[in-house]
């Protein structure tokens, strides 16, 4: 969510008309264009500073060099976290890529893509602390990139109520989005400019902006994250420094509050809830442990009672849940010696199971990072969030052959719903369970919305702020 965020600035913009002149005026001026990033807080209403970035862009005989810098400060849990991303792009004289870099630097965990187009296919170097990882990614016709789509909105004419659709190449989740574009209304400036207020939709998200004749955002919104641009004195000083005011927890700010309080939820073995807010045919909902009918989802605890030797789990029928990934390197050496070591000659799959999550339930401290989730980082620096413990016991049981899949959803903690990532694992059976937690099977008060590596994650952006939650029934 962060890298998208900083990428492009796209979505519901509260802005006063009124500064819409003055904001113009920074778009024309040569050199960098500097850009603060605020929170939005969905209670008060207020904004707080937690970032600022800057782009620059260059012409050449050949095409354009877009250069961007963000810096993102983020309290949650009780840790703040500072976040570094820095991308370069190259495009031809149609704005249509060649080559991008992409950096992620959070904490002590770094996280790095290069890739160069070739034909219709972007070839891409993906870089954690596990090595490098080669995947390659079809490029669909009149792909875009997020720095430009606006200018590709611009460039075709669209008279006022008209829509394109462009595909986008989403860098931090190396994979293809579409983006929905509408031009909502145009506005006549004092100096003879126009400016345009986009609409449309990216991610599942609404996205609203105020662009200038150039394709230069001049503010924006997405969801809770609003963005305008600034004076490069603005950019660096006003609010950022003002820490005490930034809210003092975000993943506290985007959690769904129901309608009742439930008591005792990790030992909850049934949960009925109706669901309200988002189209739910766009998420995975039902399950081995989950029913849907029609807007009400009944999660019930399993019981694993089955249970295989490894050895007679069929790969060939579990390819994607065996797979290694950029993020998830299940052939890595440190991955594959740890796992094996932690089953000390372990063959039944259930007690395979249960020791990789006992031994990453203690072993992993739980602090959240910001960034990038990689299995390799994490079982270097042993600390994380839901997203670290999750995608490790992903790589440690792929790695013995355990089909394994990250589940993406809430979970009720502490009076809420609150983001959340775990795992299901294949014993003979699908089990779910929560390596954050130690739950082995994890509760009912867990709703999963998706499963999936990083690419399948990003549509649960569409319920942040939408979701509502009624309890209907607890067991």
């Not at 492009?8 to 024309?28: G, M």
Request: charged share 30%; with cysteine; glycine share 6%.
């Amino acid at each position: 969510m962060v890298g998208w965020f900083f990428q492009r600035r796209p979505a519901v913009v509260s802005e006063a008309a009124e500064d819409l002149p003055s904001l113009s005026k920074i778009a024309q001026k040569e050199g960098d264009l500097w850009y603060g990033t605020y929170f939005i807080d969905k209670k008060t209403g207020d904004k707080f500073k937690i970032g600022y970035s800057k782009t620059s862009t260059v012409k050449t005989e050949r095409g354009y060099i877009i250069s961007g810098e963000s810096r993102l400060k983020i309290d949650t849990q009780g840790t703040r976290a500072e976040v570094r991303i820095i991308s370069k792009l190259l495009t031809d004289l149609d704005n249509r890529l060649l080559s991008i870099d992409f950096h992620m630097l959070s904490d002590s965990v770094k996280f790095e893509m290069f890739g160069k187009v070739k034909g219709d296919m972007l070839d891409m170097d993906i870089r954690t602390a596990g090595g490098s990882q080669h995947k390659t990614l079809k490029l669909p016709p009149d792909t875009v990139m997020p720095e430009t789509m606006f200018v590709e909105a611009i460039r075709e004419g669209l008279e006022v109520g008209e829509t394109i659709k462009a595909p986008y190449l989403d860098a931090a989740s190396f994979s293809i989005r579409e983006t929905e574009m509408t031009l909502a209304e145009t506005k006549q400036l004092e100096d003879g400019s126009t400016i345009y207020r986009m609409t449309g939709l990216a991610m599942g998200m609404p996205i609203e902006a105020w662009i200038d004749e150039n394709g230069q955002t001049l503010n924006s919104s997405a969801g809770m994250i609003f963005t305008k641009l600034e004076t490069e004195e603005q950019a660096l000083t006003t609010g950022w420094a003002d820490t005490d005011k930034v809210p003092t927890d975000l993943v506290e700010q985007v959690s769904v509050k129901p309608d009742k309080i439930i008591d005792s939820p990790r030992a909850a073995k049934m949960l009925k809830l109706r669901l309200t807010g988002v189209d739910l045919a766009q998420f995975a909902v039902g399950d081995h442990r989950q029913t849907l009918d029609g807007d009400v989802v009944t999660i019930r605890k399993e019981d694993p009672k089955t249970s295989v030797p490894l050895k007679s789990i069929d790969r060939s029928k579990f390819v994607k849940e065996l797979e290694s990934t950029p993020t998830i390197q299940v052939n890595d050496r440190a991955i594959r010696s740890k796992a094996f070591e932690i089953l000390d000659e372990e063959t039944d799959a259930l007690k395979a199971a249960r020791e990789i999550h006992d031994w990453v339930y203690e072993s992993i401290e739980k602090k959240p990072l910001v960034s990038i989730p990689s299995a390799r980082d994490v079982l270097d620096i042993k600390r994380g969030d839901c997203n670290e413990h999750s995608i490790l016991f992903t790589a440690l049981a792929r790695a013995v052959g355990l089909p394994t899949r990250i589940e993406v959803g809430l979970v009720y903690f502490k009076k809420g719903f609150y983001y959340h990532a775990w795992n299901a694992v294949y014993v003979g059976e699908w089990v779910t369970i929560d390596p954050t937690f130690g739950q082995f099977p994890a509760d009912a008060a867990h709703l999963k919305l998706l499963s999936g590596d990083l690419d399948a994650q990003v549509p649960i952006l569409a319920t942040i702020g939408q979701l509502g939650i009624q309890v209907l029934e607890v067991k």
